[in-house]
């Protein structure tokens, strides 16, 4: 696609539920990012990918936190057992590799857990 | 742990004049990028300098990277109400996927 898109754009989910958030990265772009950010603050790295492969998932914040990518395209960030502290805006960028290249975000998952 | 670190975290200014933000890191980097996020949703990339670079412009930004100093700061040019955003500068290491590094922001209104 023309951008990176983020499904849904929000959701309200009530604690201790499990979510699933969707991300479909630019085509051809070979690494894909999550972050989240929680209001008001910067950009926590959670996990990025390069192709399906996880090198580095040093900030996920505990084991309920799981995610995974196929086909080296579409990523899906999993949360088990939601708890109030998860509600943030979950963001995921791609980008090219092999060189110096910016991140394409998307719009973001806007996450409450009441 | 924190590597960019933006200042000021605030900043309010006339419509024409000029924004002057600054990023400092800790750790040696590959490259540094500046990002702007209005309504905090999706960032959106402004310009990427290279470690090896020292100034860098596109449109009214431009950029300065000084290594020594570990810093870096974005400068916009006769500014306008459009451009009233959060600013992150971020930064990479290096390796064949960059992992960036966000500092918390500059949140920047223009003022008409």
């Known amino acids: 696609g023309a951008g990176v898109s983020q499904s849904p754009s929000n959701k309200v989910t009530e604690k201790g539920k499990d979510v699933e958030l969707r991300c479909d990265p630019i085509?051809?772009?070979?690494?894909l990012y999550w972050y989240r950010q929680s209001l008001g603050q910067g950009l926590e790295f959670l996990i990025y990918f390069q192709g399906n492969s996880a090198p580095d998932k040093s900030g996920l914040p505990s084991d309920r936190f799981s995610a995974e990518r196929t086909g080296g395209s579409v990523s899906t960030l999993t949360i088990q057992r939601t708890q109030q502290e998860d509600s943030a805006v979950y963001l995921c960028a791609s980008s090219r590799t092999g060189g110096d290249y910016g991140y394409t975000f998307g719009s973001g998952t806007r996450l409450t857990v009441v | 742990s924190q590597q960019g670190e933006e200042d000021p975290q605030a900043l309010s200014i006339q419509e024409g004049e000029n924004a002057t933000m600054n990023c400092s890191y800790k750790?040696?980097?590959?490259?540094l990028q500046w990002y702007r996020q209005n309504s905090g949703r999706g960032l959106v990339h402004l310009i990427l300098?290279?470690?090896?670079?020292r100034e860098k412009h596109s449109g009214r930004l431009r950029v300065t990277l000084d290594t020594s100093k570990k810093s870096s700061s974005l400068l916009i040019t006769a500014s306008r109400a459009a451009d009233t955003a959060s600013y992150f500068c971020a930064t990479a290491r290096g390796g064949g996927a960059q992992k960036l590094v966000f500092g918390q922001g500059t949140r920047l209104t223009i003022n008409p």
């Open positions: 085509s051809g772009h070979t690494a």
């Open positions: 750790t040696s980097i590959n490259n």
């Open positions: 300098i290279r470690s090896n670079e």
